[in-house]
């Protein structure tokens, strides 16, 4: 019986020797079975949850192996199910799916064997528990951070302004040798507290959010800590637009304002709002730094600019529906910041929407101050992607990488046919299937209706359709009488991008993102005037046929794009 073991931990507060303790547990129990482990199925996935599937690349790998002909092992060792996750939808699916491939998951401590007929019932079982675990602990933390925030204690998170002060209690052991934290005070950082007060101040004599941002950015006024999603530590509108709005600032807690749900396809977590009546506020007189009279002021100025400007947008080029018909955004970065470019200027009734770096005009941090307009950025980028691609030399380097990696993936298999069984045993094993499923067909006729005999034919017809794979991977490929068909499959995919610009904005972005992950835009001069270098990669047909790299000794052509002209 040849093995891989899987195992996980779930939160960076966990020991990393968790992962030992379940690979030790499975091992000790393989030994005295005689079952073999391979090491190099031997997968771990870190710091991740165990809520839902998605991001577990180790256990994805492993599935992935499971599906090979021939298989690399018979068993996926697990120490519990919990291990596996604790979902029970997931769980059940995952062991399915493995099952169908031939392979079993043998969850060590509760002796489980998925391979077994009761195993369904006692996964199912078991994952009610494992998932029970996942919701009780969230009401108990749930419950601990609303008598906190009852008390006038911080529930968690920092927040410009203040200083996260522990509170330790004596009379029982922490770690480290430190007693226990009982809690978490705010306590108010005298310099931060005062650029919250400008902020506040600025904002209530007629001062844009962009213009605040500018000003503190300039001075070089230290900046709260970017989000993962940002690589600049700048202040930005949006970052100012929450300040403004946050109620710790005039000694107010306001507690339960969102909550999160874990999307079922993507497995991650998305924060949504709750209603106002669900909402926990508690008076903390001690954390205010502004005073009600500046408050009130300030958003005397957020309701005139609100009813000046119309319903506030919720922001981002996702996130609105008019948002939608930007083909390119989301795949545009800055070449000087790293920024993601965004329409910067526009939405006016001429249509001249325009493309630009966020970090110079937002919060003037970046020297990038090129923009262009929308409208002639997407026309000149789909022109380049036509005639950078529909060349002679292009489609001949994607046929000749299409090629190379089409023979490789077919030698592989014709290695793996030839160390599983001779082609000739092969003929003949399929020779005899042909006979054996050929007296079945006339063993139901004679019979009738037999739920045996069927059941034998279609595991008989089933063996007979794996021999003709494997002897089909002994039969050379000969993929030059397919170049015409590839050409124009390469042809076809990058038109098609261009007829749905012209009906359908939304579904051309949702096709231009299978094809290009990122383009890069340089400021450059040129004799013509000062433009956007582009660059980057675009995958049209087969995923690693057109990689903008050299590869194997394979030179691409031209680089994928040139300058952009026209800023206006």
Not at 105 to 120: E, M, N, P
Not at 540 to 545: E, H, I, R, T
Request: aromatic share 6%; proline share 5%.
């Amino acid at each position: 019986m040849k093995c891989a073991i899987y195992a996980r931990y779930s939160s960076d507060l966990q020991r990393e020797t968790s992962i030992e303790d379940q690979i030790r547990k499975c091992r000790e129990f393989a030994a005295p079975k005689g079952w073999v482990i391979l090491d190099d199925y031997v997968r771990y996935d870190q710091a991740i949850s165990g809520a839902a599937l998605a991001g577990r690349d180790a256990l994805y790998a492993l599935l992935a192996a499971a599906q090979r002909k021939p298989r690399p092992f018979d068993r996926i060792l697990i120490d519990d199910t919990s291990r596996l996750a604790r979902n029970v939808a997931e769980a059940l699916t995952m062991v399915a799916t493995l099952k169908f491939h031939g392979v079993g998951v043998y969850f060590v401590s509760q002796g489980i064997d998925t391979l077994d007929k009761s195993a369904r019932q006692l996964v199912t079982i078991n994952g009610m528990m494992d998932e029970q675990y996942l919701v009780g602990l969230g009401d108990k933390v749930r419950r601990g951070q609303e008598g906190r925030v009852l008390k006038g204690l911080n529930p968690g998170g920092r927040c410009y302004g203040y200083i996260n002060v522990p509170i330790e209690d004596p009379s029982r052991p922490g770690k480290y040798g430190r007693p226990a934290v009982s809690g978490v005070k705010l306590e108010i950082n005298a310099d931060q507290a005062d650029v919250v007060r400008r902020i506040f101040r600025m904002y209530a004599e007629g001062h844009g959010l962009a213009r605040v941002a500018k000003a503190l950015n300039a001075e070089g006024v230290p900046a709260p800590q970017p989000p993962r999603t940002r690589a600049l530590r700048a202040w930005c509108p949006s970052s100012i637009r929450e300040m403004l709005r946050n109620e710790r600032y005039r000694g107010v807690q306001v507690w339960n304002r969102t909550e999160k749900q874990r999307h079922p396809e993507t497995g991650k977590k998305i924060s949504r709002e709750r209603p106002a009546s669900e909402r926990l506020r508690v008076e903390v007189p001690a954390w205010r730094i502004v005073s009600e009279e500046l408050w009130n002021a300030a958003h005397a100025q957020i309701r005139a600019v609100n009813e000046k400007m119309g319903r506030s947008r919720s922001g981002g080029l996702n996130r609105t529906e008019s948002s939608r018909q930007y083909l390119f955004s989301g795949l545009l970065v800055c070449g000087e910041c790293g920024s993601r470019m965004v329409i910067v200027s526009g939405r006016g009734t001429r249509g001249y929407v325009k493309y630009g770096c966020p970090s110079h005009r937002y919060r003037g941090v970046c020297d990038n101050k090129l923009t262009m307009r929308q409208d002639r950025l997407e026309e000149q980028l789909l022109g380049a992607i036509e005639t950078r691609i529909l060349t002679p030399e292009m489609i001949q380097y994607m046929i000749q990488r299409f090629e190379q990696e089409l023979q490789g993936r077919m030698a592989e298999i014709r290695k793996q046919a030839a160390q599983s069984m001779p082609l000739a045993e092969l003929h003949k094993k399929r020779d005899d299937l042909q006979v054996q499923a050929a007296r079945l067909a006339d063993a139901i006729a004679d019979a009738g209706h037999s739920p045996a005999l069927l059941s034998r034919l279609t595991t008989a017809e089933a063996d007979l359709a794996r021999v003709d794979r494997e002897i089909a991977a002994y039969r050379p490929v000969n993929v030059a009488a397919s170049v015409e068909q590839l050409q124009g499959f390469v042809t076809g995919q990058v038109m098609q991008l261009r007829s749905l610009l012209g009906r359908d904005a939304p579904t051309a972005k949702a096709a231009l993102m299978k094809h290009i992950k990122q383009l890069v835009l340089t400021p450059e001069d040129q004799p013509s005037g000062r433009v956007f270098k582009v660059s980057g990669g675009i995958d049209v047909a087969v995923p690693n046929v057109m990689p903008m790299v050299a590869r194997d000794g394979i030179e691409p052509p031209t680089p994928a794009f040139s300058g952009l002209r026209s800023t206006d």
